[in-house]
């Protein structure tokens, strides 16, 4: 028999928490087909449906969505095994860098109610993306719990800690990676590569078709190459902050430039006014990569901060992806919280080639 004959009809999958689409978006150019996103963010509803137009999107708060209504909606079947559930919910409250912690306490345990759509739809296959934290934090996540609902309804897992950075993508963005299938006996996550290239200068700068502008840049078309405003002084502190990688040391015996809140501190943060390097993967974009005070996010050479398309690039969307949404935070944030396209294509082409080398 073909191993094109074992495999379960093509797989189609619904991407809970979908944001703008990143997952949806690489899933699709790994050939499998996804049905619907749901997400809470109405910001999110204009950049997902007009990027991906073959998949239905659900504006739903899915503590409150019930299964059977989600049912009518999407019309998939229950016990399907060519499903694949993906989860990737907000993931504020286990970011190490976040500090409103009463602010995203209700994003807390979505991963119950995730389990909630899995319990009753049983997919063949579950893929959830996520911060490291969550699996640091098990018990607490509740993650120790969905572990062991897994293990006791069939499925086989795997998961890790892993590196965008080693899945197409120019990012050190580490993620918490998991898969699971009621289908396979057994299961893996995606061997990583080391691909050099997947470095800044290989992705923006002129010579990728990003001309040069200045802070405070507005990009009215489709590529959206705009910034945000700097202030004068701000503007003072990059032109004294060495291209390729420097940083705020720079600047730090300056009296008029220097920041009262880094005086004598000048080990913690060093990141934040930093200049990204040529040479080296970008930092983890973030919701507030277009704010030079919120890392290493400022230009390596120019004196700006990162232009929405850069960030979008380095996320590894495609320049004709285009994002909408009522000011620029708006379309930041979609573009920092979405999963990199390229990653996820890693994920679903590493999954479909698992499934056809399995004995199913």
Same mark, same amino acid.
């Given at each position: 028999? %073909? ?6 009809? #093509? ?17 699709? !150019?790994?050939?499998?087909?996804? /049905? ?19 998949? /239905? ?25 060519? $499903? ?16 409103? %912690? ?12 995730? #389990? ?17 934290? &969550? ?14 609902? &897994? ?26 990676? !998991? ?19 997947? @470095? ?5 700068? @002129? ?32 032109? %004294? ?16 430039? *220097? ?10 943060? #060093?990141? @934040? ?41 380095? *996320? ?34 590493? !999954?479909?080639?698992?499934? $056809?080398?399995?004995?199913?």
């Amino acid at each position: 028999m %073909k191993k094109e004959e074992k495999c379960p009809k #093509r797989l189609q999958a619904v991407d809970f928490f979908c944001g703008a689409g990143g997952m949806t978006y690489g899933l699709k !150019l790994a050939g499998i087909k996804v /049905l619907a996103g749901i997400d809470i963010d109405i910001e999110c509803k204009e950049t997902y449906e007009l990027n991906n137009p073959d998949s /239905l999107f659900i504006h739903a708060d899915i503590n409150r969505l019930e299964e059977h209504d989600f049912q009518k909606r999407t019309g998939i079947e229950r016990n399907d095994e060519s $499903m694949v559930f993906i989860g990737c919910s907000p993931c504020q409250y286990w970011t190490r860098i976040n500090t409103q %912690k009463t602010k995203s306490t209700e994003t807390k345990n979505l991963i119950n109610e995730f #389990r909630r759509f899995v319990d009753y739809f049983k997919p063949g296959f579950i893929i959830i993306e996520n911060v490291p934290g &969550l699996s640091k934090r098990k018990e607490e996540s509740n993650l120790d719990g969905f572990l062991e609902y &897994l293990k006791a309804n069939g499925y086989a897992y795997a998961y890790e800690i892993i590196n965008a950075n080693h899945y197409g993508v120019p990012q050190n963005r580490k993620r918490f990676v !998991l898969i699971a299938s009621r289908v396979l006996e057994s299961i893996k996550i995606p061997e990583p590569e080391n691909d050099p290239s997947l @470095v800044v200068k290989n992705f923006i700068g @002129v010579e990728n078709g990003f001309p040069k502008i200045e802070a405070g840049h507005t990009d009215d078309s489709s590529f959206q190459h705009s910034t945000a405003h700097l202030s004068e002084k701000n503007i003072l502190r990059l032109k %004294k902050t060495l291209p390729d990688g420097g940083n705020r040391w720079a600047w730090k015996d300056d009296p008029y430039l *220097q920041i009262n809140a880094y005086k004598g501190k000048d080990t913690i943060f #060093r990141d @934040v006014y930093g200049r990204m390097y040529w040479n080296k993967p970008a930092p983890t974009i973030t919701t507030k990569f277009i704010r030079t005070s919120s890392g290493r996010f400022s230009h390596p050479e120019e004196h700006r901060g990162l232009s929405l398309r850069e960030g979008s690039t380095l *996320q590894t969307f495609p320049i004709n992806y285009v994002f909408k949404g009522p000011n620029s935070d708006s379309i930041a944030k979609q573009i920092g919280n979405a999963v990199p396209p390229e990653m996820a294509r890693c994920i679903g082409e590493a !999954l479909r080639k698992e499934i $056809m080398n399995a004995d199913i």
